[in-house]
């Protein structure tokens, strides 16, 4: 649609930005929803975010998400939290207040598990989950599992002193597997949660043997490039329900998108479809 004087604004900072896929998420709700509004791409180079964050506001933005790298940049930048955006230590949704000052979310765990809930409603919730990786995305799916209500949580990572940290945060929920050892770790779990880069484009494949996983657990890839990654293809081939990031991708940007432009967006087959379209399979 055209885009009036009154147009609201938002856009998603990055450094390089070119590869998101964020514009066209909610370029795909702005038009579906009829909107008058902007959401734009904003390179930002990492000495800039803080001048950056100032000036954005001053510019009329409302609001805007954070990619790579500048999500703990981000997180010092606000001036007041989520008490997700806290937990997990990073921010990927800021929203300007009233009096011009910058509220910071995380919505990634919350992106995490609404993908979840909306494509297996009856996902194992009383098994364990076995997470690999101890990043950022590994934290967001230690949050959103915690709050779910899954109370053991298999940690396994390659670095183990990551892991180790990472379970430390939630130690009534997670325990810490060896690397080597966690094939044998889905034994019994309801759920596999792939955060490591392994299985995107251009990285090795997550070498895991998926035979001691019950037939009715769940396997989560949060890549989502390619859509099927080894793992995932490995997952259906065992007649496992299996998942990509994709679904991950557009749920985290709701809540944003909700508080800039004034609609609950819907993650629809329609929106999937026309985001799958420049994705590799
Ligand atoms: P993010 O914040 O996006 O989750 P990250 O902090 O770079 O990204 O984490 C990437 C994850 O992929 C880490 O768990 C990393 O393991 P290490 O902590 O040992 O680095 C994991 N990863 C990356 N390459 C890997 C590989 N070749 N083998 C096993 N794990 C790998």
């Known amino acids: 649609m055209m885009i009036s004087g009154a147009a609201r604004l938002a856009g998603v900072a990055g450094w390089p930005i070119s590869h998101s ?9 702005l038009e579906a929803y009829d909107i008058d509004g902007a959401y734009v791409p904003l390179a930002i180079q990492p000495n800039d975010v803080e001048e950056a ?30 008490a997700a ?41 009383d098994r364990p989950a076995l997470v690999l990786g101890a990043g950022g995305a590994a934290r967001a799916a230690c949050f959103a599992l915690a709050e779910a209500g899954v109370a053991n949580i298999r940690l396994a990572n390659r670095t183990a002193d990551r892991a180790k940290a990472l379970a430390a945060e939630w130690p009534e929920h997670a325990e810490v597997v060896a690397w080597e050892d966690r094939a044998a770790a889905a034994d019994g779990a309801g759920l596999v949660v792939n955060t490591t880069s392994l299985g995107m484009q251009g990285k090795a494949p997550l070498e895991m ?40 991708l557009l749920h985290q940007a ?19 479809q026309s985001i799958i379209k420049d994705i590799p399979q």
């Not at 896929?21 to 709700?29: D, E, F, K, L, T």
């Not at 998400?65 to 007041?80: C, G, I, Q, S, W």
């Not at 955006?85 to 609404?114: C, K, M, P």
């Open 21 to 29: 896929r964020s514009p066209a998420i909610h370029g795909y709700w």
């Open 53 to 82: 964050f100032r000036a954005l506001p001053k510019l009329g933005f409302r609001g805007w998400n954070v990619t790579l790298p500048h999500k703990e940049a981000a997180f010092r930048a606000v001036d007041e939290r989520s």
């Open 85 to 125: 955006a806290e937990r997990i230590g990073a921010v990927n949704t800021v929203t300007v207040r009233e009096d011009g000052s910058l509220h910071g979310d995380n919505t990634d765990a919350y992106g995490f598990i609404a993908n979840l809930d909306q494509r297996v409603p009856d996902w194992p919730k």
């Open 209 to 248: 043997a998926l035979d001691a996983l019950p037939a009715d657990a769940v396997v989560y890839d949060i890549v989502y490039v390619p859509l099927t990654t080894p793992l995932v293809h490995a997952a259906k081939v065992r007649g496992n329900r299996a998942l990509d990031g994709l679904g991950m």
């Open 254 to 272: 709701t809540p944003g998108f909700k508080r800039w432009f004034g609609r609950q967006p819907s993650v629809t087959e329609d929106l999937i």
